[in-house]
Structures are given as C-alpha cells and as structure tokens.
C-alpha cells in the first residue's frame, strides 16, 4: 500500500508499506505516482516526506512479480521504474526521503530522487544493479557525490551504512531510528515556513531545469517578496502566501 496524509498544514507524507522490505511492483508504482500526482496538484502543499514503514525504506522492484516477465517486459518495466523516480525528482515541491532499514538497489534510485536524504542510524544502502546483471544509479549518485566516490559503490554493489553514505555525501544528517521521522518533518516545516514560490525556483535552479538569472524576475514581482521585505523592517515574522 501507498499511504497518502497531510500530518500538518503543508507537509504531505508519503509512506511505502508493503511487508516486509516495501518493494514496489507495477501496481504500487502505481499508487505512488497518483500520491505525487495529487501533491503536485495541491497547491497547499509545500515539501514532501517519503519514508517507508515496517522498518524499511524501499529495496526496489518486486523480484517475485519479476520472475514473470519476458526480457521484453522486463526492460520496459526497468525503464518504467526509472521513468517513475524521474516523475517524483520533478515532484514541483521539495522532497525528503527520511531512509529507514534497507535501501537498496531501486529503492536507492528512488532516495536519490528526492531532493534531501535523512538516514536512521541502522540505514543499509546498496547499488545491488550489478548483482542483478544491470545498472542503475551510475548518473543519479556520480552527480551527486561524484565519480571517485560513487564508482566504490556502484561497481562493487556491496552494502554500506548510514556513517559511509553521511561521508560520502548522499544522505545530509543520521538520526536515531526513532528519532528519523521527528527530523524530517521538524526540517519539513522548516522549509514550508519560506516563501514558496521561492522554494520552488531554488529548486528548479538547483537541479539544473532553470537558472537563477531566469526566475528573479519573476520572484521579485511577488506578493511574498514584498510582505519579506515589509517584515524585516518591521521587526516581525513574514507570512507568505505563495503569492
């Protein structure tokens, strides 16, 4: 199951939950896509948090519904499985994956393709594609950690834990496991609290769709900009309407 809430104004969560390690067959790709399709439509919505529940974050396509498919079928459901973390990095918000427990293989495309990563403290990560005969992560994680760091990970496909990838730069902070969610809604709030057209631009600048030089133009014209510039002066706490 794919569950879908709203726990305070602004944030959405996002919850992968099939038992036990929450893989993602065709169908529960399914749900996850309508859950980020109707975020993308609220526009009360200002992050995302996507976590997993049964103390796992994701480990991928469902291996089992796999053993079914043709090569044909296989490679389109690969290529629909990547075309799916494309669709949630696109997401018009910010999104932070709060990774408990395994992640591994898909479920690592997929926490890369959020926007920040929090890891627990028993987090287990692994670029498993060359286990399986395939490949995946190789552009996500090169852009993000780099080449020298992503190669050791990426050709080796060996498990590594919540201390390599803090070092190594794919997740930004470790929290206990109990403490993972609390942090991620606490930095969620954090940035529902900013302007949020302004959010929104950093994030499109930040990953490249647009440039800084093309979106002042338009912020600057804001309602949110004014009421910024308004508070400062007055000593008071902006409140910003997305206008």
């Known amino acids: 199951m794919i569950h ?7 944030i959405a969560l996002v919850e992968l939950d099939t038992a036990p390690a929450n893989v993602l067959a065709m169908a529960e790709r399914a749900r996850l896509l309508e859950a980020f399709a109707a975020i993308q439509a609220d526009k009360a919505v200002r992050v995302v948090v996507l976590t997993g529940r049964n103390g796992a974050f994701c480990t991928g396509d469902d291996l089992a519904e ?13 290529l629909h499985f990547l075309d799916m973390c494309a669709q949630i990095a696109a997401c018009r918000v910010p ?10 293989g898909g479920g690592l495309e997929l926490a890369l393709s959020a926007d920040i990563r929090l890891a627990s403290d028993r987090a287990s990560f692994a670029c498993s594609a060359v286990r399986m005969g395939l490949t995946a992560s190789a552009d996500r994680l090169t852009r993000l950690v780099g080449e020298s760091r ?4 990426l050709l080796t496909g060996a498990p590594f834990d919540a201390a390599r990838a803090l070092a190594d730069g794919m997740v930004a902070e470790v929290h206990p496991a109990e403490g993972l969610l609390d942090a991620a809604m606490a930095m969620a709030r954090v ?3 900013r302007a949020p057209l302004a959010i929104e631009a950093t994030k499109r600048v930040a990953s490249g769709v647009s440039t800084t030089n ?3 133009p338009g912020l600057a014209a804001t309602a949110d900009h004014a009421e910024a510039r308004a508070a400062f002066v007055a000593k008071r ?3 910003f309407t997305g206008a």
């Open 191 to 193: 940035i529902a609290s």
């Open 95 to 104: 999104v932070i994956a709060a990774v408990d427990g395994w992640c591994i």
């Open 66 to 78: 796999a053993l079914s498919r043709d090569a044909s079928t296989q490679s389109a459901a690969i």
């Open 150 to 153: 992503a190669k050791p990970h």
């Open 4 to 10: 879908l809430s709203h726990p305070q104004p602004a």
């Open 214 to 216: 093309a979106e002042i």
């Open 237 to 239: 706490t902006a409140v």
